[in-house]
């Protein structure tokens, strides 16, 4: 977690898209190219946004987790998680203890894209995160896991109100562009594979059957398709270069029915956490978290 979040080229195998390595779990602004991500330095955890051109700038300094930030349509806001999130401590330190669903609890919160404004929008003893704008910014999807149930819930922000869409083992929600659709990860017997539905609930659908685990997803600005990270290639040299706890990942696209998969990496290390970079020509700039 201590990499550089400014974002640095690397060899894409495809030559439509191009390929960078930040931090961990970057998000996209479309609008003005800036990038939201998170890490650490000197002891703290940061969330950074990099304007194009410009180093990385830290708006957010905490002591616990900062995860999976998340801009709003409007570019104004970033939604986040924090909290314990142990589970990504432990597997940076090389534990193989099992995960537990709670992780030391966590909640969702929303700060200005300048730092200022920070304000938590969850709580309670469960483990909120991994959050998401609709396109007209007036709600958020997140995953929660704990003793009040677990799945995805979609809260109106203007009043806080909270629906429940899911009530599986659910994670990664991502709103897509046009509204029409939330794409995430379930657990089906063991592997994560990759899922929408209408935000009322309607039209669950697999778009992955795969053995191993889908991941970290990313919509292409047009909404017409999904990046994600999957395991699905098995292992490589990943283990021997990197000592990962989870020395897998290569990054795929896929159109937003499933169909029409391509593989983007194929090399010796690991990559996850993709996000879409918008390119002034016909070509996509995905983001990855290499390890």
Do not use: C
């Not at 685990?213 to 999957?230: C, K, M, Q, V, Y």
């Not at 990962?244 to 795929?252: E, L, N, R, V």
């Amino acid at each position: 977690m201590d990499r550089t979040p400014d974002p640095k080229p690397l060899w894409s195998r495809n030559p439509k898209f191009e390929l960078y390595t930040t931090t961990s779990l970057p998000s996209v602004d479309n609008a003005h190219g800036r990038i939201a991500t998170w890490g650490r330095a000197a002891g703290k955890f940061q969330l950074y946004v990099v304007e194009p051109g410009k180093p990385a700038r830290s708006i957010l300094e905490r002591p616990d987790l900062i995860v999976a930030p998340q801009w709003s349509p409007d570019s104004r806001q970033i939604v986040v998680g924090v909290g314990g999130f142990t589970a990504f401590l432990d597997f940076a330190a090389g534990s193989k203890k099992a995960i537990d669903r709670v992780n030391g609890g966590a909640q969702v919160a929303i700060l200005n894209a300048d730092g200022t404004g920070f304000h938590l929008v969850t709580s309670g003893p469960d483990n909120n995160g991994f959050a998401s704008f609709s396109p007209d910014g007036k709600q958020i999807v997140y995953r929660t896991a704990g003793p009040d149930g677990e799945g995805l819930r979609i809260m109106n922000l203007a009043d806080g109100k909270v629906t429940a869409l899911t009530s599986k083992y659910d994670n990664f929600p991502l709103w897509s562009p046009h509204g029409n659709l939330i794409a995430f990860v379930r657990n089906i017997a063991g592997d994560f594979e990759v899922m929408t539905v209408h935000p009322d609930g309607r039209n669950l659908t697999q778009l992955t059957h795969t053995h191993g685990n889908e991941a970290h997803l990313a919509w292409s600005p047009d909404g017409s398709r999904i990046l994600f990270t999957s395991s699905r290639t098995g292992f490589k040299d990943e283990t021997l270069y990197t000592g990962a706890p989870q020395p897998y990942g290569k990054i795929f696209v896929m159109n937003a029915d499933g169909t029409h998969v391509e593989q983007l990496t194929n090399n010796p290390w690991e990559e996850g956490g993709p996000a879409w970079q918008p390119h002034h020509t016909d070509r996509a700039s995905p983001l990855a978290a290499r390890k």
